[in-house]
Nanobody, 123 residues
């Protein structure tokens, strides 16, 4: 089992920034993919950013390219999501996820999910 704990959400004005963190613990050696997803009110879960743990290429959803940055700290077993130029449409619950298989952009490829952290972008 893998445990994922997100932190860093909150209320921010449009144009502002937030950084989310996700700390992983447990059987992390089994993880092949790590990603961030979000789900806004009345919307389906949406891929935000992710990585194949053995590689360096980072994948981004179209709606966040150029504004969000995914990064990781292997020593701390932690991944981050730096969110800049936030818009009201970025308002959602953000989830960190880990998976043992392929398909970094696909929610059903992930086996482990954090509890989610709320991000609200509003003036």
């Amino acid at each position: 089992q893998v445990q994922l704990v997100e932190s860093g959400g909150g209320l921010v004005q449009p144009g502002g920034s937030l950084r989310l963190s996700c700390a992983a613990s447990g059987s992390i050696f089994s993880i092949n993919i790590m990603g961030w997803f979000r789900q806004g009110p009345g919307k389906e879960r949406e891929f935000v950013a992710g990585i194949y743990w053995s590689g360096d290429r980072i994948y981004y959803g179209d709606s966040v390219k150029g504004r969000f940055t995914f990064s990781r700290d292997n020593a701390k077993n932690t991944v981050y999501l730096q969110m800049n130029s936030l818009k009201p449409e970025d308002t959602a619950v953000y989830y960190c996820a880990g998976g043992r298989t392929l398909g970094v952009t696909t929610p059903r490829a992930y086996d482990y999910w954090g509890q989610g952290t709320q991000v609200t972008v509003s003036s």
